[in-house]
């Protein structure tokens, strides 16, 4: 009779964000028009760390210019008469592939639709001095900028780079605010962020920025956190928020459950527990998109007084390249007169503009915009959208409190004595039948001044306790999250807050490389995992962190085998794009390899305790994949 053995393979992993770290810490939220920071100041209260303009947000803006680099304010100030040199929000672009990246790019730039940013001869390519092209280096994306600075190679600097200036820079802000250098980050990123993103904006702070990453949280996760944070909870009630963020390049709507906290609880969990139920992403439907088309309707109104020959959106074709610097800065004056339109009919019912230098001849052109007119061509339907999503997770309230309340039932029912009081609500035998805790709906974002949006959200949830709620402060909530969850991470820093249990986005598959796959390797029938299809490793919103194992048999009694190989390569499979419902919306899904070493010398060490040949012995390797809070996957 053969002997098994059971092998657990260790590889080298990388540091956990919940490492104790010394030193002051600080939350980032990486937005696409601006960042915001916050920190631990005095060791006594979080709060927004100011730049060193003494203000509470800076544009997510990078710029080169005769040989120097700009970042934030100072990039932002030089677009106006430069824009073709700044570069917006390029994190977005950082860790996908160059077609996705464009796409998501274009959603992010409030004058992305306006001109060609990829690196093409098509017209109006050159619109922008700086395009987005393929990294050579790894098949993401680079921005080309020939007014880069000289250091940087032949012009082209990858998206990391230009994300991690971001970073470097509120890590700065950081240190002039708090009186030292920050020690560690958490970044706040959409929840829809796919991995490699994930992992590229990982890479950017510990690599290039000079700061420990502490780990990511989702921003609508964020908020949630700072709303509960600053109500003090929820006592011993059980409630259901929804968080709805009208981005500047997107839209969220999450559904999260506030539960009372167990006794006997940590003080940095003891307000509770936030349970992300459902998370619903529009990638495509933030503020920008309502930019974009009361940009069109000034353009409209500026060919019908003066021509097709002045159309900004549309221009005839010139690739002369003073022509082209003059397209670059009329387009970026019509995107900022199509913003402050927009701003504007939130508190009007209709908003003269100005459009600077709009026409060839460099003449200004007025004109006026209705918020009815507004509202009806642009935000309406970005407004029905979000409000659809909203409903949608809020719908899944009555399914989330029928399994939380079955299972509070149980446990009951298992339980030889009543659950005290101080451990929540009252749970009875007939806890399926009790009613389902209220509704609260808090708006949040760029977009979300727009009238129309409210009243959509009023709409589609009448049965929100309240109303809808302004109380998030815009700006600040998911900067302030990110930061109370930074200094969980901390070694001497314990402040009251929750405990989260957030999602992932997105599935993962797995399947064995081929190489691998010929010899000593044989895949358990329990594992049922191909060399060809690949398999779910974590299905879509599992509970953050999970683990899956997966074994393998490496030698099997009677075949001959003799030799076994020292490592096993896996493929793991996650989406490039963005996710909107569990699926990548216009993405392909990349391929990322994971090695397991240490496999002969493992069998070799069971070997010495036996008296079994290779050839005799049944050998299971057993790896376990982890998905961490951050979206990454860990082998060990």
């Keep these: 009779r053969s002997s098994v053995a059971l092998l657990f393979l260790a590889v080298a992993c990388a540091v956990h964000a919940d490492d104790a770290i010394t030193g002051s810490v600080f939350g980032l939220d ?198 509960g944070v600053a109500r003090g909870g929820f006592g011993n009630a059980t409630a259901y928020v929804v968080i709805v963020d009208v981005g500047a390049s997107q839209s969220q709507a999450g559904l999260f459950r506030f539960d009372p906290p167990p006794a006997r609880t940590p003080m940095q969990d003891a307000l509770g527990t936030v349970t992300t139920v459902a998370v619903d992403s529009l990638p495509e439907d933030g503020s920008n998109a309502i930019d974009r088309c009361v940009a069109e309707l000034i353009d409209a109104a500026l060919v019908s007084a003066e021509g097709a020959a002045n159309s900004i959106v549309n221009p005839p074709t010139n690739d002369s390249p003073e022509t082209l610097h003059k397209l670059g800065q ?51 339907n970005v407004a029905s959208r979000v409000a659809e999503a909203a409903a949608r997770v809020a719908n899944m309230r009555q399914d989330d409190w029928n399994a939380v309340a079955a299972l509070r039932s149980a446990e009951a029912n298992e339980s030889t004595e009543a659950p005290s009081t101080d451990e929540g609500a009252p749970v009875t035998d007939e806890a399926v039948g009790e009613p389902v805790p209220l509704l609260y709906v808090e708006v949040t974002g760029a977009g979300s001044r727009v009238a129309v949006v409210s009243s959509a959200l009023a709409e589609a949830l009448p049965d929100a306790s309240g109303g809808i709620g302004h109380r998030l402060n815009t700006d600040d909530s998911v900067a302030l999250g990110a930061a109370i969850a930074a200094t969980r991470s901390t ?40 060399t060809t299809h690949p398999r779910p490793l974590f299905a879509t919103c599992t509970a953050l962190p999970c683990r899956r194992s997966v074994a393998l048999r490496v030698a099997t009694a009677g075949t001959g085998v003799k030799t076994v190989p020292n490592t096993v390569s896996f493929t793991i499979q996650h989406p490039d794009g963005y996710c909107v419902g569990g699926e990548v919306a216009d993405a392909p899904r990349v391929r990322q390899t994971v090695t397991v070493g240490g496999i002969e010398d493992a069998v070799a060490k069971a070997l010495n305790h036996t008296a079994h040949a290779v050839d005799e012995l049944n050998v299971t390797c057993r790896v376990e994949f982890t998905l961490t809070a951050d979206g990454l996957v860990h082998a060990s």
């Design 30 to 227: 990486l937005g696409a028009a601006s960042i915001k920071v916050a920190a631990l100041k005095h060791n006594t209260t979080i709060d927004i760390v100011l730049n060193e303009q003494s203000r509470r947000k800076t544009p997510s803006v990078v710029g080169f210019r005769n040989g120097g680099r700009y970042v934030g304010d100072e990039a932002a100030a030089l677009a106006p008469r430069f824009p073709s040199l700044m570069v917006p929000a390029p994190h977005r672009a950082a860790g996908v592939t160059f077609k996705t990246g464009l796409k998501v790019f274009q959603n992010a730039v409030p004058n992305g639709g306006l001109a060609s940013l990829a690196d093409d001869p098509g017209r109006g390519a050159s619109a922008f001095e700086f395009r987005l092209a393929t990294d050579p280096a790894n098949g993401g994306c680079c921005v080309h900028a020939p007014a880069a600075a000289a250091e940087e190679s032949n012009g082209r600097v990858s998206a990391e780079e230009l994300a991690a200036m971001l970073v470097e820079y509120a890590a700065a802000i950081t240190a002039t605010d708090v009186g030292e250098k920050p020690a560690g980050v958490t970044i706040a990123i959409p929840h829809a962020t796919p991995m490699r993103q994930r992992l590229a904006l990982k890479q950017a702070a510990n690599l290039h920025a000079g700061v420990s990453f502490l780990g990511f949280v989702h921003s609508l996760t964020a908020a949630a956190v700072q709303y």
């Design 330 to 380: 009329r387009r970026f004056a019509l995107a900022r007169a199509a913003n402050s339109v927009k701003e504007g009919l939130s508190v009007n019912s209709v908003v003269q503009y100005t459009v600077e230098a709009a026409t060839v001849d460099g003449a200004d052109f007025t004109g006026s915009i209705s918020r009815s007119e507004m509202e009806e061509q642009c935000a309406k």
């Design 491 to 530: 070694a001497f820093i314990r402040t009251r807050g929750f405990a989260v249990h957030d999602t992932v986005p997105c599935a993962t598959s797995i399947q064995l490389s081929v190489d691998d796959a010929a010899g000593a390797v044989h895949l358990t029938e329990k594992t049922s995992l191909s």
